[in-house]
């Protein structure tokens, strides 16, 4: 960090870099910090408690949501401010609840260093490395579109892909809401052999991807009145944006239906090279779609659907061999 100039790297103004560089030091520490405390929200969700977790974040939202309308009316608030405004907040509230459920319903198991067994280190840790994998690919494809449009396009084009984005995530939230509900619950079922309760549950899970797929579309249909009441009219969002992350957010919630139950399963080697396989293209494919096909930042976009395709035909052979006690070899590790 002291060695780097963020200011060239997210091709901002020069003044902005010492700014910049502190703000890396709050970004890191509080990311940090999440990790940590964060363990309390996996507990919960293995208690089959998915509600709870999202009530935590909510509340950090609404504080920061609150003290930003504040600083808006009473200051010109700083990107240094801003940054502790979206990071205390959530910081604060993930470390009551983690005094409040170890202090009572978890104490039992409240950490502590008596407790460290190195004889599960390597079973838990290589479970733990290969959902790292997993969701180090979605952190770089995702926030790498981010930096190539700042890079590349300018500030305000991250601007639209941002909102485009967060209006149709609106998509997985609602199925991801649901799915939490099955990830513990699949694991008990697998445990138990009770394959019926999850292929109807997976059933259950494509009839409402389907109701999502043509809520979707009415989203698509009336984006532009909605960015217009949420944002004014000085953001103009074309519609190829709109449909990129239309498309982007029901790919990626038709592969959640099968890597939730590959998850619960621990059957991850799999999606761990589909994984691989899609850091690899995204880069050349996104430059196809933006230069050759000059479809600008959608381009990126559907680089990201282009490659998430991998998974929507791999994690379904993959669930139907589980499911059918087929699987062999790397399919069942």
């Known amino acids: 960090n002291v060695f780097v100039d963020w200011s060239i790297i997210l091709n901002v103004s020069n003044e902005f870099s010492n700014d910049l560089r502190f703000l890396f030091i709050i970004l890191l520490s509080f990311f940090s910090l999440q990790l940590v405390l964060r ?34 009316e009473t200051a010109n608030g700083d990107l240094i401010t801003i940054s502790l405004i979206m990071g205390v907040p959530l910081f604060l509230v993930t470390l009551l609840s983690n005094f409040f459920f170890f202090q009572k319903k978890y104490f039992n198991i409240k950490p502590s260093i008596n407790f460290i067994k190195k004889k599960y280190f390597t079973k838990i840790g290589k479970l733990g490395v290969n959902f790292f994998i997993l969701q180090l690919e979605v952190i770089i494809i995702f926030q790498m579109t981010n930096f190539l449009i700042i890079k590349f396009f300018s500030a305000e084009e991250v601007v639209i892909y941002n909102l485009a984005f967060k209006y149709f995530s609106v998509i997985q939230i609602l199925f991801a809401i649901m799915m939490n509900v099955y990830w513990s619950a699949i694991t008990e079922a697998l445990e138990k052999k009770d394959f019926d309760w ?11 991807w389907f109701f999502l797929l043509f809520f979707g579309v009415a989203m698509l249909f ?18 190829i944006v709109s449909l990129a992350c ?10 959640s239906i099968y890597e939730y139950f590959l998850n619960g ?20 494919i996104a430059y196809l779609y933006v230069n ?42």
Not at 40 to 69: D, E, R
Not at 198 to 208: L, P, W
């Open 222 to 239: 009336f984006a532009n009145k909605f960015y217009l009441l949420w944002v004014g009219p000085n953001i103009k969002i074309p519609f």
């Open 198 to 208: 999850i292929i109807s549950t997976v059933s259950r899970m494509k009839k409402i």
């Open 39 to 72: 363990l309390i929200t996996t507990i919960l969700f293995a208690n089959q408690k998915p509600s709870i977790p999202p009530l935590i974040y909510l509340t950090g939202n609404i504080i920061s949501l609150i003290l930003l309308f504040i600083v808006k």
């Open 292 to 333: 050759f096909f000059e479809l600008g930042i959608s381009g990126l976009i559907f680089a990201i659907s282009s490659v998430q395709l991998i998974n929507a035909f791999i994690t379904p052979l993959q669930y139907s061999k589980i499911i059918k006690n087929e699987a062999t070899g790397i399919w069942n590790k």
């Open 265 to 284: 399963a621990g059957k991850i080697r799999v999606t761990i090279i589909t994984a691989t396989i899609s850091l690899i293209l995204y880069a050349p």
């Open 246 to 255: 239309y498309l982007s957010a029901l790919i990626l919630s038709w592969n």
